[in-house]
């Protein structure tokens, strides 16, 4: 499975951007994919999750309200709507995909990692 991240930025505070992943490969092996973002000197977070058919997401708490996650099956993307920016959403955001039932927030969890997109939301 090869996981391609897209659509990062500069943004003002209180902006929106929406980052997207392009899957490829064999997709069938996969039960749900997430967004996972890292910023200096910090560890890696789960920032959202759906499964695979797009029946079940997961927010952390920091992002409830403003992020959306959704899947759009024609071409195998998933994308992360991000409104309502704040400085602290700072970070490299990755996409990951896992064959683990659920809707796992570890990312020892996740078996395929796209490349970082960086957000950077200033003034």
């Known amino acids: 499975v090869q996981l391609q991240a897209s659509g990062g930025g500069l943004v003002q505070p209180g902006g929106s951007l929406r980052l997207s992943c392009a899957a490829s490969?064999?997709?069938?092996?996969?039960?749900?994919m997430g967004w996972f973002r890292q910023a200096p000197g910090k560890e890696r977070e789960s920032v959202a999750a759906i499964t695979w058919n797009g029946g079940n997401t997961m927010y952390a708490d920091s992002v409830k309200g403003r992020f959306s996650i959704s899947r759009v099956n024609a071409n195998n993307t998933m994308l992360l709507q991000m409104n309502s920016l704040k400085p602290e959403d700072t970070a490299v955001y990755y996409c990951?995909?896992?064959?683990?039932?659920?809707?796992?927030?570890?990312?020892?969890?996740?078996?395929?990692w796209g490349q970082g997109t960086q957000v950077t939301v200033s003034s």
């Open positions: 490969g064999r997709l069938f092996t996969i039960y749900a």
């Open positions: 990951a995909a896992t064959r683990s039932f659920g809707l796992p927030n570890s990312p020892s969890q996740y078996n395929y």
